[in-house]
T-cell receptor, first 112, second 114 residues
């Protein structure tokens, strides 16, 4: 499994953009980059994933470096509900690989 | 629609006892996963099923842990001779297929072994 490095914690103010970085220098060419988040006392929830191109959805944007050794999750306007632990997870492609390998993640605090 | 449900939400047991934790996946999802999360840590993979069969059980810590999914839907995680170190939140997730499909997690079962 590819190793990931994320900041232990980050802080933001409400309605400001947040950029959450992740280094995954050992990622293989076929690994997808997934982001999940976990709100307090809940199970993780999917945020976004990508392979090579930048991706956007209603929750966030994912910017993937050209060499794929790093990525950045972008929350365009943080809300109090976005306070959570954010996990960056490289995952092997193909139907035979299902497990997610979670690291420590980044604890995001959002101030009103 | 209904998400992944897990029962019980909390389970307190004594050291040495046997426990069963149940997971009801999203209807139609063929892949089901079990994870375990200790306090302050990220979830740790235990096992995943594709249909009725365990496709990868490499995360089960020892032979006290066993999981089944006899009809390809509901799954039960079974822990024999529980130890205090088994105390954790046990999370279940399901996805439409195995592989890089989105996994949908349940709220977890908090297991406390006294």
């Amino acid at each position: 499994d590819a190793k990931t490095t994320q900041p232990n914690s980050m802080e933001s103010n409400e309605e400001e953009p947040v950029h959450l970085p992740c280094n995954h220098s050992t990622i293989s060419g076929t690994d997808y980059i997934h982001w999940y988040r976990q709100l307090p006392s809940q199970g993780p929830e999917y945020v976004i994933h990508g392979l090579t191109s930048n991706v956007n959805n209603r929750m966030a944007s994912l910017a993937i470096a050209e060499d794929r050794k790093s990525s950045t999750l972008i929350l365009h306007r943080a809300t109090l509900r976005d306070a959570a632990v954010y996990y960056c997870i490289p995952q092997a492609g193909g139907t035979s690989y299902g497990k997610l390998t979670f690291g420590q993640g980044t604890i995001l605090t959002v101030h009103p | 629609g209904a998400g992944v449900s897990q029962t019980p939400s909390n389970k307190v047991t004594e050291k040495g006892k046997y426990v069963e934790l149940r997971c009801d996946p999203i209807s139609g999802h063929t892949a089901l996963y079990w994870y375990r999360q200790s306090l302050g840590q990220g979830p740790e993979f235990l096992i995943y099923f594709q249909g009725t069969g365990a496709a990868d059980d490499s995360g089960l810590p020892n032979d006290r842990f066993f999981a089944v999914r006899p009809e390809g839907s509901v799954s039960t995680l079974k822990i024999q001779r529980t130890e205090r170190g088994d105390s954790a939140v046990y999370l279940c997730a399901s996805s439409l297929r195995a592989g890089p499909d989105t996994q949908y997690f349940g709220p977890g079962t908090r297991l406390t072994v006294l």
